[in-house]
């Protein structure tokens, strides 16, 4: 009776363990295909977390959905569960699933920095393609500059490696 109780047990944390496995990145006409909604929004504070939180995002960030870009949106206060690192104050283009006051996008490929300054307006009026290619583009100069700025504090600590 011991012995049945433990392996049942044990293939209940296996079961757990195993529920947030995601398959691998493929290509972004696919993550757009599959994610049925794709907001941009802007990160608040994180959120209160309350009890123990077993196999959990990285981050659970209070968010307001500043344009739906696909899918439907009831309300522009929401949470925002990922695994990509978040920063208040900054805004996103996220990939994912709303539902019930969360927006889920677990992989960090579903989440794309668009810096602190960002308006909606220069994708308003257009098509998904091309907002979704503005935004890309905009995520990517983003990227570029958080380097940059990572490459010059590089260099200014290996002056610190004594020769």
């Not at 699933?97 to 257009?126: H, M, Q, W």
């Not at 907002?131 to 990227?143: H, M, S, T, Y």
């Amino acid at each position: 009776m011991k012995n049945n109780i433990a392996v049942l047990l044990i293939l209940f944390a296996t079961t757990v363990a195993w529920a947030r496995i995601i398959g691998s990145f493929a290509t972004w006409k696919q993550l757009q295909g599959y994610s049925p909604d794709i907001i941009v929004a802007h990160c608040g504070n994180p959120a209160l977390m309350t009890g123990t939180v077993v196999n959990g995002t990285a981050f659970d960030l209070n968010i307001r959905v500043l344009l739906v870009l696909k899918g439907e949106n009831g309300t522009n206060s929401v949470r925002l569960l990922t695994d990509h690192k978040l920063e208040p104050g900054n805004n996103y283009l996220a990939f994912g699933y709303y539902k019930d006051g969360l927006f889920e996008a677990y992989e960090a490929c579903r989440v794309i920095p668009l810096g602190v300054n960002f308006s909606t307006d220069t994708i308003a009026g257009k098509p998904l393609e091309d907002q979704l290619q503005i935004l890309f583009k905009r995520g990517v100069d983003v990227l570029n500059q958080e380097i940059q700025s990572d490459m010059a504090e590089k260099e200014w600590v290996q002056k610190a490696i004594v020769q």
